[in-house]
């Protein structure tokens, strides 16, 4: 684990009692969010008139006030805040700078709480004083973030442990901001009446409060430590479960480096395209293969170790995908690379897309816009990233497709996928990845299909008998 830091000296450096009242929740947030967009809207009404030199380098500074204010209110008002930020601040692919450089410390440097109350909640959650537990507790926390903090500790029987506590109230807060959420999806809805934005909030619905359930994250860990049980280049913790439950989660520690610290991983010899290869692999067989991934794969929830081998963890948020829906989105990435529009049309209405007109030709817009240029864009020069003018382009597209021919079906498994597609993709940039995703995915489904036709198990046929393998080598 990362040693703990302090965050950004922005005006808020001790965690505090958030609010737990909702409408004092909701004015905090939306005067901020409110600020922020008059401020660019400003500029923009204001650059018609002085031209581009007079509004650069004043949207640059309001990028970074911007980026402030929202560390700021996420750390006052934690809860979802901070997950929104934290997700932010991976995506150098998508936002300028000065967002990434400001909300990269939410990632692992959240005010940590007090270490009484921490000891409280072990305490009353395990049923015994804490020196009973624990040979050694280290008081200061390795890392802090959304919803809980990590302390590494020593068990009586020798074994160095991470022991993931719960904040007190947090359940509270993440219901007050699920509730003011769907408030504000209900009010994006009157006024943006391109698409459907409900899902957004039925899926966090069901998700993140399984990540306050410590059990459930325990078993997801174990369930991607299996899938990967044969490969040398993944690394999962071991859970302690003696020492576990709903709001304590105790694990096996692992002390590495974080996947952005470029400078880290060559002290320990590692090569940052090498984990990159590594990274889209292993997200392609729990995609593909094995239907089942890690849904939150920021930069504080990767590790990396000498070899190198790439260290998962924090598994809250995980995501099951039918047989049906994984089927369909490899269709979709051959499509995309075999550059066949119509089929691509196809495959994005059978992902669960709907359209007002239903048409093929919508769809193959659509999906042509959504995705598709820059995947294609990619694939053409052989990046390993798209690049945030790519996205631009693409926002700027679907926005008047869909001004025209309205989405009135999203498919619920978007959110975690696409979420975690741009996760990769802006990891893929930060460690200068020579990895291609699409091709990534679409190698991997070619080998399970020809070991299918086979009659033969992939892993099985690739590993002998007590062997391993790497996706280095994939």
Do not use: C
């Amino acid at each position: 684990m990362n040693s703990v830091q302090q965050p950004p000296a922005y005006g808020v450096r001790r965690r505090g009692a958030a609010p737990h009242n909702r409408v004092l929740r909701f004015i905090h947030v939306g005067q901020m969010l409110a600020r922020v967009f008059i401020g660019y809207k400003l500029i923009s009404l204001r650059e018609k008139r002085r031209g581009k030199a007079w509004a650069a380098p004043r949207r640059e500074q309001h990028h970074r006030w911007s980026a402030r204010k929202f560390y700021e209110a996420a750390v006052r008002n934690q809860g979802l805040l901070i997950k929104t930020g934290q997700f932010l601040g991976t995506r150098p692919d998508v936002l300028p700078d000065a967002y990434v450089e400001v909300l990269s410390g939410l990632q692992d440097e959240v005010p940590p709480e007090s270490f009484d109350n921490i000891r409280r909640v072990i305490e009353r959650e395990l049923g015994s004083p804490l020196d009973e537990i624990f040979a050694e507790f280290d008081e200061q926390p390795v890392a802090s973030a959304s919803l809980a903090q990590v302390h590494r500790a020593v068990l009586k029987d020798g074994r160095v442990a991470a022991v993931k506590v719960q904040y007190p109230g947090i359940d509270r807060i993440v219901d007050i901001d699920l509730a003011n959420m769907s408030f504000f999806i209900g009010v994006l809805n009157k006024l943006d009446r391109s698409m459907d934005y409900r899902f957004v909030a039925e899926e966090m619905r069901r998700h993140i409060p399984l990540e306050l359930d410590f059990i459930n994250e325990g078993h997801n860990a174990e369930r991607i430590a299996a899938d990967f049980a044969d490969v040398e280049d993944i690394v999962v913790p071991k859970i302690y479960w003696e020492h576990s439950s709903r709001r304590v989660l105790t694990m096996e520690y692992i002390d590495g480096v974080k996947i952005t610290d470029r400078e880290g991983m060559r002290r320990i010899g590692v090569d940052t395209a090498d984990v990159a290869k590594i990274l889209v692999f292993a997200f392609a067989e729990m995609i593909v293969k094995f239907g089942f991934f890690h849904a939150d794969p920021h930069p504080g929830n990767l590790m990396v170790l000498p070899g190198p081998r790439l260290v998962l963890i924090d598994f809250g948020q995980a995501k099951e995908l039918g047989p049906a829906f994984q089927e369909v989105l490899v269709r979709f990435t051959r499509t995309i690379l075999a550059d066949d529009n119509a089929s691509m049309g196809v495959a994005f209405r059978d992902l669960g897309f709907r359209t007002k007109k239903d048409d093929a030709e919508g769809y193959e817009q659509l999906g042509d816009a959504y995705v598709g240029r820059v995947a294609k864009q990619m694939h053409r020069t052989g990046a390993g990233w798209a690049e945030g003018e790519d996205f631009e382009q693409s926002y700027e597209d679907v926005t008047k497709i869909l001004r025209k021919n309205r989405l009135t079906a999203v498919p619920s498994e978007l959110l975690l996928v696409g979420r975690v597609f741009g996760l990769l993709n802006g990891l893929s940039k930060t460690l200068r990845a020579k990895t291609n995703m699409l091709v990534a995915f679409a190698q991997l489904a070619d080998e399970l299909e020809a070991a299918k036709r086979g009659g033969t198990d992939l892993a099985a046929d690739a590993v002998p008998p007590g062997g391993t393998r790497r996706l280095l080598e994939a």
